[in-house]
T-cell receptor
Framework: DAMVIQNPRYQVTQFGKPVTLSCSQTLNHNVMYWYQQKSSQAPKLLFH???????NEADTPDNFQSRRPNTSFCFLDIRSPGLGDAAMYLC???????????FGQGTRLTVV | GENVEQHPSTLSVQEGDSAVIKCTYSDSASNYFPWYKQELGKGPQLIIDIRSNVGEKKDQRIAVTLNKTAKHFSLHITETQPEDSAVYFC????????????FGDGTTLTVKP
């Protein structure tokens, strides 16, 4: 029944080693978002795709990239993870015709 | 840009009591205000939302009120239960881009049995 699926749920990566987090959705929503949530903080939007159009937030570091090969999948690439990038990464989707956003369960990233 | 402030940061109530969480926003263009519940280790889950053309909305034990003039909105939970314990986030956004929300800092609600 899961509609927004994030894999893996937990990811450990080495300092400076590229890592990719994935998100898939069964809702056929045209908008997909990536949020970063650090411990005891609010989710912070990194970027989003409106269909194939990529929209970056002004303060998102260049170290974070994203790919959306099709409607169902979206990837978050961290090119050179630093210790400060350890966080929960949340994927969300919404439809242009409906204001409700659906979140995945998140991927908790640990950088060692 | 939008700025959302949320109070209190922690709230402890006895089972059966009511809980109220308040938020303010800064951007008068914001017209959609969702509330999310986040349990430990999980993603946020929408529990109720309100649009700017409505002053109040209720869903069983949960209600939300909106004062557009004052740019305030509040979450009310009545007859609280231990399973209501979680972190609650308010958010504000405009247009139909619901996922492009500015979140409040969250309220950790603890309901004591």
């Amino acid at each position: 029944d899961a509609m927004v699926i994030q894999n893996p749920r937990y990811q450990v990566t080495q300092f400076g080693k590229p890592v990719t987090l994935s998100c898939s959705q069964t809702l056929n929503h045209n908008v997909m978002y990536w949020y970063q949530q650090k411990s005891s903080q609010a989710p912070k939007l990194l970027f989003h795709y409106y269909d194939k159009d990529f929209n970056n937030e002004a303060d998102t570091p260049d170290n974070f990239q994203s790919r959306r090969p099709n409607t169902s999948f979206c990837f978050l690439d961290i090119r050179s993870p630093g210790l400060g990038d350890a966080a929960m990464y949340l994927c969300a989707t919404s439809s242009a015709t409906n204001t409700e956003a659906f979140f995945g369960q998140g991927t908790r990233l640990t950088v060692v | 840009g939008e700025n959302v402030e949320q109070h209190p940061s922690t709230l402890s109530v006895q089972e059966g009591d009511s809980a109220v969480i308040k938020c303010t926003y800064s951007d008068s263009a914001s017209n959609y205000f969702p509330w999310y519940k986040q349990e430990l280790g999980k993603g946020p889950q929408l529990i109720i939302d309100i649009r700017s053309n409505v002053g109040e909305k209720k869903d069983q034990r949960i209600a939300v009120t909106l004062n557009k003039t004052a740019k305030h909105f509040s979450l009310h939970i009545t007859e609280t239960q231990p399973e209501d314990s979680a972190v609650y986030f308010c958010a504000a956004t405009h247009n139909t881009n619901a996922g492009k929300s500015t979140f409040g800092d969250g309220t950790t609600l603890t309901v004591k049995p």
